[in-house]
């Protein structure tokens, strides 16, 4: 999803030759004070990892100290709130996803921050996807086999989720639509209870991330049945994509540097240009790839045209589900 897109955004740079000249400019530019990445979620999760990777990566190319804040709490939202705060001479960057910077927007009645207003896009750094799973000892082998069950028990299943109101909520949803009967799902606090109740078969069915669902495929405590991705996995080359499988969805997530909308362009563009470059370092996409982490290499402007593309995928769906918070 993200490769498709990222072309499309590319292609103005290139017929401008614009995007090599900034990126010749900026690539050895330097700050002056430490930059900080703030991260909305406690240390060791998806998010937290993929800042701790590139940071170790920009440290050399700016010359200055990363520091990483882990500012927990509502779903990302203060670490967002503490960022849209930031005085144009603040060197602070939000490492944000979609729950936060598209999700959030369409279904809370009040935001302390807009999400399109507040921050501008710096780089895209990573991309993950999603999976449908049963448990290891479920009796459905099969994509085929999961559709052909749920429309034979539509009041069975039941589709458990990290967290209601995430993007697997949104997936599942997308999953039951394509599939042709209604799907109840079932809100967790988090991966781990979700993936508990899974094993233990008190919910049949789990969408969730790929990096929280892959570990337990592999020691066979799961049985994931569909990747979200264009492609396989990697690391699960006999799993098909939905695609594949015969049902037409594909979708990602995504952890996206942003700025506050009061730095300067020129500043943003520029950390935009170096993080891209990170990014693109094969040792650091390694390092990615080890954290079961997709790596995406795009600058501000690339960035933009990714994050508008993803809002205009998700936002319909989220809108048409009826799903808010409110206070």
């Known amino acids: 999803m993200i490769k498709n897109?990222?072309?499309?955004?590319l292609l103005p740079c290139i017929l401008l030759a614009s995007c090599a000249v900034g990126a010749a400019q900026t690539s050895t530019a330097k700050l002056s004070s430490p930059v900080t990445i703030v991260v909305g979620y406690a240390p060791g999760g998806a998010t937290?990892?993929?800042?701790?990777?590139?940071?170790?990566?920009?440290?050399?190319?700016?010359?200055?100290?990363?520091?990483?804040?882990?500012r927990t709490g509502a779903g990302g939202r203060i670490a967002a709130q503490h960022v849209k705060n930031a005085a144009p001479d603040d060197n602070i960057l939000l490492l944000g996803n979609?729950?936060?910077?598209?999700?959030a927007p369409l279904v809370f009645d009040s935001l302390p921050y807009d999400a399109q207003k507040d921050f501008q896009p710096v780089s895209m750094v990573t991309e993950y996807g999603f999976g449908?799973?049963?448990?290891?000892?479920?009796?459905?082998?099969?994509?085929?086999?999961?559709?052909?069950?749920?429309?034979s028990n539509p009041e069975q299943f039941n589709i458990g989720v990290p967290?209601?109101?995430?993007?697997?909520?949104?997936?599942?949803?997308?999953?039951?639509?394509?599939?042709?009967t209604e799907g109840q799902i079932v809100g967790y606090r988090g991966s781990a209870p979700v993936i508990t109740d899974l094993i233990g078969g008190a919910v049949p069915v789990a969408i969730d991330t790929l990096d929280a669902l892959t570990q337990q495929h592999l020691g066979k405590r799961i049985r994931i049945l569909a990747t979200s991705g264009e492609v396989r996995e990697a690391a699960l080359p006999e799993v098909p994509t939905f695609t594949q499988a015969g049902i037409d969805l594909k979708a990602?997530?995504?952890?996206?540097?942003?700025?506050?909308?009061?730095?300067?362009?020129?500043?943003?563009?520029?950390?935009?240009e170096i993080i891209k470059s990170v990014t693109a370092d094969p040792a650091i996409r390694k390092k990615l790839h080890d954290g079961d982490l997709i790596p995406v290499s795009a600058n501000a402007q690339e960035t933009g045209k990714l994050v508008d593309a993803f809002r205009a995928q998700w936002a319909p769906v989220v809108t048409a589900s009826g799903f808010v918070v409110t206070k």
């Open 98 to 103: 979609p729950a936060v910077m598209v999700v």
């Open 5 to 9: 897109a990222l072309r499309a955004a």
């Open 132 to 151: 449908v799973a049963v448990s290891a000892d479920s009796q459905i082998k099969t994509m085929q086999a999961l559709v052909d069950w749920a429309k």
């Open 252 to 272: 990602s997530g995504w952890n996206t540097f942003f700025a506050s909308s009061s730095m300067p362009d020129d500043k943003a563009a520029m950390l935009g």
């Open 48 to 70: 937290d990892r993929a800042a701790r990777i590139v940071a170790s990566g920009l440290q050399s190319k700016l010359g200055v100290p990363i520091i990483i804040e882990n």
């Open 163 to 180: 967290a209601t109101g995430s993007l697997p909520h949104f997936f599942g949803l997308m999953l039951a639509d394509q599939i042709g």
